[in-house]
């Protein structure tokens, strides 16, 4: 089993930043991809990043494409997201996941194994 904690999240005004870390716990696998969504209330869940294995390869939707990034430390079992110049609708709740056994990273949310709990994050306008 593979516990997943977010942390980072909070209240931030229009146009600022925050970085959202994601550790890994429990069972380790030796290639995981990794990857974050995000669900506002009222909406279903939402691709937002997903980062290869490697970090080689990474992946946005054009919503946060140029403003957020993804990264990893393997070394420490972490995932990040930077996001830069928020938005008021970027407000949800961002959650992290990773697909076990998986050299390269996808954006289809069926595809990942294990979920964090979540983290809130509030963009006020």
């Not at 909406?43 to 403003?67: H, L, N, Q």
């Not at 961002?94 to 963009?123: M, S």
Request: aromatic share 12%; charged share 20%.
């Amino acid at each position: 089993q593979v516990h997943l904690v977010e942390s980072g999240g909070g209240l931030v005004q229009a146009g600022g930043s925050l970085r959202l870390s994601c550790v890994a716990s429990g069972r380790t696998y030796t290639n995981y991809a990794m990857a974050w969504f995000r669900q506002a209330p009222g909406k279903e869940r939402e691709f937002v990043a997903s980062i290869s294995w490697s970090g080689g390869r990474t992946y946005y939707p054009d919503s946060v494409k140029g403003r957020f990034t993804v990264s990893r430390d393997n070394s420490k079992n972490t995932g990040y997201l930077q996001m830069n110049s928020l938005k008021p609708e970027d407000t949800a709740v961002y959650y992290c996941a990773i697909e076990v056994h998986a050299t390269w990273a996808t954006t289809n949310e069926k595809d990942y194994d294990y979920w964090g709990q979540g983290t809130q994050v509030t963009v006020s306008s």
